[in-house]
């Protein structure tokens, strides 16, 4: 039997599973929390503590024992390592390492009897990692923006962003030029990982690689003219950037210590989102993913890179092919617990209001606390109708209500989903599904997406080094007991529902 491993490098801990695919078997996950397992890092919540709340990095050498220690725990789990065929992985996107000349050499020396960690410390020409929590990049954001303006959002994807690799490399760059001169390779924290497995620098993939505001998603390739604006001599510092399928390493002699077989694929790894995006199920063509959580998220499969990408969110490649957006919510659930509450209701009290009420009637802007998208700096509640005389229920499924509006009138794809696979918290609440699935007029598909990361790095290793197709890995492992239809009665409510939230919008611009 083949198994596959799938690594899911988080903030906060590193994840590890196998799955079979002949069989649909799927391991328990196994994890290294890295403040809890790797005190000695001193990363309680995953990064070095920083007065400045806008500095967020992480000691890079911590993931290097957290991967010495998940695979020994794999290993001491009693499962199948021998019979690994194939690895993949997902990192926390955005984050940056930082290699120098030794980097290579160390790697192909890797010994077995001493940790990554001790082998691989003076091969860092930066000590820190920034992750994808810092924001310390307003500056350089101004200069790439003040440079390209919309082009840098039509050709990469994105805006210039605090947290993305390319004002994050500007800012080092810049501030730091003497280390900047001895770095020569900058990794992501996925290809970074990728690279140690197989023991030789890696290829970024397309997935990961366009969270970095570098590269040109029309010619797939990175951006020279953006690129060196960002850092002198960076493009021959970025390994190449290939499609996400691609498993161009091998892994390396020292992983026979727990118990893999050296010289099996190592498929390049990707980022938390992409993976997510395969490992609940909404990968393929058509396909969203709603997560209902503090924040909520969108992501939406494209087939074909959108003439504007979305205003506010971002596009990335997606795994299984074409391209995702990903648009961020950041009023989700504190903001329907904060109305729940202010009424008093409990959680069957709140179902019932909200079927009680008329559905597409009202709509308001949803913004208890400052907003990401579209951004809005104050809380603001505005609402078109007179919310003093209205009952409960019409307040709350019209907040409902247009936190999905909000999310269709944001995505950033003009076609609606043909499925919509529901994860987080909230998902939890019948009444809420049934106004995703009536807004969207498509059917939602109730998913769990606990480790939907690590299972979706490990449907790609089944893919890239079984030969495997998404459709079938979907199939097998992305199963759900619960589908909610749209009722298509309300699908002319919803449009103009739609536009009267349109015009709420408009209003305040
Ligand atoms: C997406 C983003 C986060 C990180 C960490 O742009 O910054 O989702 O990928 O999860």
């Known amino acids: 039997m083949a198994y596959f491993l799938g ?7 590193l994840k590890g599973i196998l799955i079979e695919p002949a069989t649909g078997w799927t391991s328990k996950p196994v994890s290294v929390h890295f403040g809890r397992d790797l005190p000695q890092y001193g990363s309680t919540d995953g990064f070095l503590p920083c007065l400045d709340p806008q500095i967020r990095r992480a000691n890079p050498r911590m993931w290097l024992d957290a991967l010495d220690l998940l695979l020994e725990r794999m290993q001491q789990a009693g499962l199948p390592m021998a019979q690994v065929a194939g690895v993949s992985g997902s990192g926390q996107q955005h984050g940056t390492v930082y290699l120098n000349h030794l980097f290579p050499l160390a790697l192909k020396t890797l010994q077995q009897g001493q940790s990554l960690a001790t082998q691989l410390v003076h091969a860092f020409s930066r000590q820190e990692a920034p992750i994808w929590m810092d924001a310390s990049t307003t500056t350089q954001c101004g200069q790439l923006r003040s440079r390209f303006g919309e082009r840098l959002r ?19 760059a810049c501030e ?13 924290v996925s290809s970074f990982l990728a690279s140690v497995m197989a023991g030789e620098n890696l290829p970024i993939d397309y997935g990961d690689g366009a969270g970095m505001n570098l590269l040109n998603l029309h010619t797939l390739a990175w951006d020279a003219e953006i690129a060196e604006f960002t850092a002198p001599g960076l493009l021959k510092r970025l390994p190449p950037c290939v499609p996400s399928t691609q498993a161009p390493g091998r892994l390396a002699p020292y992983f026979a210590k727990y118990g893999l077989t050296p010289g099996i694929p190592v498929n390049v ?15 393929l063509a058509g396909r969203a993913v709603v997560s209902l959580g503090t924040s909520d998220t969108y992501f939406g499969t494209l087939t074909e890179l959108p003439a504007t990408p979305p205003r506010f969110g971002h596009v990335f490649g997606n795994p299984a092919g074409g391209f995702m957006t990903l648009v961020c919510f950041t009023n989700g659930s504190l903001t329907r617990e904060h109305f729940r509450n202010h009424y008093g209701f409990s959680r069957e009290e ?7 009420a008329e559905p597409g009637r009202r709509q308001l802007l949803p913004w208890l606390v400052p907003e990401a998208t579209p951004p809005v700096p104050t809380q603001k509640i505005l609402c078109n109708f007179d919310a003093k005389n209205a009952t409960p229920g019409d307040f709350l499924r019209a907040l409902l209500e247009s936190q999905v509006l909000t999310m269709r009138y944001h995505a950033g794809n003009r076609q609606r989903p043909t499925q919509i696979r529901l994860t987080g918290g909230a998902s939890a609440s019948p009444v809420l599904r049934q106004i995703v699935a009536d807004v969207f007029q498509a059917p939602v598909v109730i998913g769990d997406s606990t480790e939907a990361a690590a299972l979706g790095a490990a449907m790609r290793a089944a893919n890239a080094c079984g030969g495997y197709g998404f459709d079938e890995l979907t199939e097998r492992f992305c199963t759900s007991q619960t589908t909610v239809t749209p009722n298509p009665a309300l699908g002319t409510t919803y449009e103009q529902a739609l536009e009267q939230f349109a015009a709420l919008l408009k209003s305040i611009k």
């Not at 690594?7 to 801990?13: E, K, N, R, V, W």
């Not at 039509?154 to 080092?172: C, H, L, N, Y």
């Open 7 to 13: 690594i899911d490098a988080g903030t906060q801990s």
């Open 154 to 172: 039509q050709d990469t994807g994105s805006d210039a962003t605090e947290r993305f690799s390319g004002p994050q490399i500007m800012k080092f």
């Open 350 to 356: 709140f179902e019932i209001a909200v079927v009680q």
């Open 176 to 188: 730091c030029p003497a280390q900047w001169t001895e770095t020569a390779t900058v990794h992501l």
């Open 269 to 283: 790894w990707s980022g938390d989102n992409p993976n997510s995006l395969i490992g609940t199920g909404g990968s």
